[in-house]
Each structure stands twice: as C-alpha cells, then as structure tokens.
C-alpha cells in the first residue's frame, strides 16, 4: 500500500518514516479523503513533508509517481461500486431522462456498454465520440454533450484546471541543504561556552543555603539565570567557481553548524571579502551588506569563521582593484585587517586538502593574514578550529 | 465535524484538508508561513468554527515545557512552612496547573493554540514529545497521571526562527500557509470589510502586490498589513484616483505607516521614488 510513493519520497531526500506512512494509511483508512487526487496530494502532503523546503521535491515526486494514475483518474473514478453507482445515478435523471435511456436498451445494458469499453480503453482519453473521457459525445465520461451520457465519477467542485503539483508553486524554498552528518556537529559542539545571562529563574541552592544560614535560618531565596551555550557565530562562505567541488561538504558544515549554534549569522563572498557581502546569491548584486555594518552590528564577542578555499590571483588580496567581480577602492587585506581588529578569533576553513595548500600561493598569503590559523576541512580540522576559537 | 472556515476566515482547499486531517486522525498541526498571514487566527477560528472553546498557550522565550504541565511552588511552600500555614501538608496546594493540563482535564474537547513554539529554547518541542502523543502526563510531586479526557485539537505556530527537532515533527502534520494569490485576497478583503468600493480594493492591491514585488524589503507587507491599510484609507476617504495615480516618482504610497514598519523599508522606496525621478529628467 503506498510503499513503492513512500520509497519514491525517501529517493528524491524528502526525511519520511514508517510513521508518517502508517499515519497516511491511517487516514486513508478512515477516509478524510475520498475519490479526489486534489484531495490526496493535499493530505499526503500534509502527513509526509514538515518543512516547506521540501515541498517541491515532494511535488516532482508526486508527479512522478501519480503521472499513470492522474492518466486513469477517471477510469479509477468510475470503478466504485456499481450499486452506488446505479443508484446515484437514477437520482439524478428526470423522468424525461429515464426515458431516452431506454432509447439504448436501458440502463442494465447502458451500464453494461461502459464496463465493455472501459475494459477496450487504455489510457485516458478526450474528446473523440466513443472511448470513456472528458468532453466528448460518448455516452460515457464527464462534461459530455450525449443525453444518455452518464457521468463518470462525482460532479467535482473541484476549480483547479492545473494540476497543483505540476504548478511547482514551492520551487524556491527548497534550499537543497541535506541533512548534515552527525561527525560535523559533534566536532563544533566543543564550541561551546556555557554563560548564565537572562532572566533569573532557576534556584540556586548553595546561595540559598549560604544566605539562609546568614540570616539565623530565615528563609532567604536565591535565583540564578541558567546555564546555556553563549557563544555567537559569523560564517562567511566562498561561492565563487572554484568552490564547486566542494559545495556539498559546505552544506554539511552549514546545517550542522545551524542546528548546533543558537546565534548564528551567515554571509557569502566570492574568493575574498571586499567592503560588502551579501547573504542572498540570487541577488547578490544589489543585495548587498557593507562589510562595515556587519562589524558594527555583531559584537566584538563573536567568533568569526571564513569557509573558502583560498585559492585565487594574489592581486585579488593585496592589490586594491583587485576583485575579479567589481572595483574595490581597497584591497581585501585592508578589510581582513579591520575584521582582525574587532573580532579576537577569526579562523578559515579550507576544503582543499592540507597537503595541497603548498601548490596555492594565495593560501599562504592567507595564512599570514590570520596568523595560521587556517584549518582544513576534515574532523581534526574542525576540531582544532573550534578548540582555538574557545580558548 | 469539518471546519470549513468562517465568516471572518477564509482557508483555502489544502489549509481545510491540513486542519481536518488534523483533527480527525488526533495529531497536532503544525502551522508555518510568513508573519501577518493568519496563524494564530486559524486556531480562534478552527476552535470557533467547530463549536470549541480556546486555551492559548504564547511560547516566550523564557518558557519551559513543564510550565505547560504544571509548576510546583516550591518557594511559595518553604515561606509557608516558616509560617507555620496549615496549608504546607498538601503538596497539591503548590502545584500550578499548566495549560496543557488545562486542555487534558477539560470536560469537552477544546482547541489548544501553542502559538510561537520556535520563540522557545531549542530544546522545548523535545520535551513535549511524550505529552503531545499519548497526551497524558505524569506528576511527581504527587503521583498521579494525568490523562486527556478528550484529546485536544492542537494548534501549533512557528514563525522559522528556529529548526524544530524532527522527532517533535514526525508526530505533526504540517501545513504552510501560502502568501494569498490576488484571488483569495480579494475573499479575504471582502470578509473584513464587505461594503468596501470595488475601486478602492483593485487599486490598493495594485499598490500593494507592487509593493511586494520591490527586491530588498527588510519586510514585506503582509495580510494583516493590508487589511490594516485599507481600514485607514476608508476611514480617510482616500478617493481612488490618488492610489490610481500610477507615477512612479511618487512611489510612496499614501498612509504607508500601515505598510511599512521598517525606516530602512521607507527610504528604500523614498530613493526608489528619486531615482526614478532622476531618470524622467
């Protein structure tokens, strides 16, 4: 039952489990929906995807998977009880109507017929004047002209001439961000730095105690605020070209690091930051944050990581103009200086490899900006990176 | 028993499936969108909608999930003690009930709104992930369970602020509330202010779907926003022909306090108007 749409959902990354499964068969079983795709890709949607990010992907797979069935809906449609059927049907034909049915060897035989070409049918079908489908002069299918029509499935209120799903109406909210691993948060879960600030709500014992005491055994209330992870985090990511290969462990560091940092901003910039950045790549040009309200925004308390892998033109550091994407009064070394001077802990993460970095002039040119502090991209890199922004 | 929205709610095909889904198969909802787009309305007008009374639930940034349970003033009862009250024998005297409490020992079904879930520490949807499926309880201070004596309809709210945990998701369903196309806008607007000039609305959705469409706003104008703005444009007869006034050097829209709460969003449009300004030269 649905097993082969739960596995379509997994392979296209949407995080479902049995559960969500269960719950769908569930309200299947208990019929909140009945006898309407619409209906259906509403529900499942409802029941299988938490995060709008995945809406989209969850539209394709939907198509793609119900592509046959949406092609037979009519016919599916059509294949409730005969009963029911017949019934319904009789109660909706005018005594007039019941009449001309007669014209083609009454309703037993009407009813017969259609099941005949049901089975000849393949497929869905519009127009024409003798298959079962929408629109035509045969008996037999939806919004027909034939007066001994009968219509094929309930009149649907249904407005929507264009497929929901094929709207793809979510297609920008999907961030395409995977699940990052688990080895990545808990390499930046040592970053950590436990503060109590904010309101006082929890009891401190041993003061109370202390203060109890002191007052000859007069109760004396003592309250604390609680313990939890202070620290503040500024990523700034390389987007430029040469990041390509690399963007997928990105990703990774970039979710891991959203689950596992309460404050946390991010931005982006292409090879090296000049006087702005921005944190939205489509409009990255007239985007842009000037990099001078982001030091007077973020408090000197932030740790400041750059994720990029260096490698560039010289010039494109030390010379001003140097930029490959627009002219820049001053060169990036002047504004990797000023971000130095206000934040205390400032590291770059490389993706390349450690033992690559010798081939590429600018990462040496880099590492002496920031003093060494330049990591790779692996565990024992990430883990020495955040072991010194604790320090 | 179907919501079907109200008289002061429109809900769109899939925001009606989401909630009666919800109901019917007992799980909480999980309602996400852009702010001003109707969420926390949705559970007044679900709980209105379907003959239930209300229990609100605002998630601070200082809330934790035991509040929702219960609070044991254990303050409150050393002072007595000292005192010497009667009262300090019974632990119950000092337990608070929570407002999830509330809702489980209600002697009808109700609708439960926790509005704002992501406003909390990011550990607080993960302490609430036995209560929100069996919907029972256990008290420590006195032993006793406490047990839904009819499941509530649970709404919950989330503005993105936060990731919740998915094993807090996989127990909701989940419903985005979509920004409205003009279609439903117009529904909506003719819910709130039914004898509104045709005129008047066309043109202020004009103004205002143009105004969403500026790259850059820190935030855009939403619903609410608008419904806002067309209550002062009535109440100071604006006649239509001034929002009808399409000249972009005069891109500020009139009484635009109601659509732009940000200084930064103002002068953006205020250098937009001069530019363009510029440009006529």
Redesign the interface.
């Known amino acids: 039952m649905l097993v082969n749409f739960f596995h379509c959902l997994r392979d296209v990354g949407i ?1 479902v ?1 049995t ?2 499964l269960l ?1 769908l068969l ?2 299947l079983q ?1 019929h ?2 009945f006898g309407s795709v ?2 259906f890709y ?2 499942s ?3 299988m ?4 990010k995945y ?1 989209d992907r969850f539209d394709r797979a939907f198509a793609l998977h119900f592509e046959e069935l949406e092609a037979l809906d009519d016919i599916i449609e059509a294949l409730i009880p005969e009963e029911w059927l017949r019934a319904e049907f009789l109660k909706q034909l005018s005594e007039e109507e019941k009449a001309k049915i007669e014209t083609l060897g009454g309703l037993e035989k009407l009813i017969e017929e259609f099941k005949k070409r049901l089975e000849e049918q393949k497929g869905r079908h519009q127009g024409g004047n003798k298959w079962v489908g929408t629109g035509g002069t045969s008996p037999f299918g939806q919004q027909g002209y034939h007066p001994e029509g009968i219509r094929v499935g309930p009149n649907g209120g249904n407005k929507k001439a264009v497929k ?1 799903w094929d709207r793809r ?2 297609k920008n909210l999907d961030d395409s961000v995977e699940l990052g691993t688990r080895n990545i948060k808990v390499a930046l879960r040592r970053l950590r730095r436990f503060a109590r600030t ?2 006082a ?1 929890e ?1 401190d014992l041993d003061d109370t105690i202390r203060s109890t005491a002191r007052n000859a055994g ?2 004396d ?1 003592k309250m604390v605020p609680e313990r ?1 992870n202070a620290v503040k985090v500024l990523l700034f990511f390389d987007v430029g070209g040469s990041m390509d290969p690399h963007v997928k462990v990105c990703e990774e560091l970039f979710s891991a690091a ?2 596992e940092f ?1 404050h946390m901003e991010y931005f982006y910039f292409h090879n090296f930051i000049y006087e702005s950045v921005w944190k939205n790549n489509i ?1 990255r040009h ?2 842009r944050t000037p990099l001078l309200d982001v030091m007077h925004k973020y408090s000197h308390d932030y740790k400041i990581i750059f994720i990029g892998d260096a490698s560039m033109s010289p010039y494109e550091i030390l010379q001003p103009g140097g930029s490959v994407e627009h002219w820049n009064e001053e060169p990036g070394a002047a504004w990797m200086q000023r971000l130095r001077e206000v934040y205390d802990k400032v590291v770059w993460i490389n993706p390349v490899p450690r033992e690559d970095w010798h081939y590429t002039h600018s990462v040496g040119v880099v590492r002496e900006l920031l003093e060494e502090h330049m990591y790779p991209l692996t565990l024992k890199g990430l883990e020495d990176a955040m072991a010194y922004l604790t320090k | 028993m179907k919501f079907e929205g109200t008289e002061r709610y429109v809900a769109t095909d899939d925001l009606r499936m989401a909630v009666n889904a919800a109901v019917a198969l007992q799980r909480p909802l999980l309602i996400k969108g852009e702010p001003g787009t109707g969420k926390t309305m949705l559970a007044e007008e679900v709980a209105a909608g379907l003959g239930m009374p209300l229990i609100q639930w605002h998630i601070k940034s200082t809330t934790k999930a035991q509040q929702g349970l219960y609070e044991y003033d254990a303050v409150s009862r050393l002072r007595d003690s000292q005192l010497g009250d009667e009262k300090v024998h019974d632990i119950a005297n000092y337990i608070k009930k929570g407002k999830l409490w509330e809702a489980f020992t209600a002697e009808e079904q109700v609708v439960l709104l926790i509005d704002e879930i992501d406003k909390a520490d990011i550990e607080f949807p993960n302490d609430l992930l036995v209560e929100l499926d069996r919907m029972e309880f256990f008290v420590y201070e006195t032993g006793e369970t406490v047990k839904a004596k009819h499941r509530p309809v649970i709404i919950i709210t989330s503005n993105n602020e936060k990731e919740l945990p998915d094993a807090f998701l996989r127990r909701c369903f989940f419903h985005f509330i979509n920004f409205p196309d003009k279609e439903t806008m117009r529904e909506i607007i003719a819910v709130h202010y039914p004898d509104i000039s045709k005129s008047l609305v066309a043109e202020a959705m004009e103004v205002f779907f143009d105004l969403r469409e500026i790259p850059g706003l820190k935030k855009k104008p939403s619903t609410s926003e608008l419904i806002d703005w067309l209550k002062l444009l009535m109440a100071d007869e604006i006649p239509d022909e001034i929002l009808k006034e399409r000249d972009p050097s005069k891109a500020i829209p009139p009484l635009y306090g109601a659509l732009m709460k940000n200084e930064q969003d103002v002068h953006l449009l205020e250098r937009l108007a001069f530019m363009h300004r510029r440009e006529m030269r």
């Open positions: 995080p489990t559960r969500e719950d569930e309200g208990r909140v929906v619409d209906e509403y529900f949607r409802t029941c995807v938490k995060d709008e809406f929901v109406e979510y904010g309101a709500d009891l007069l109760l209330i939890h959203r689950t309460k409009r007239n985007e």
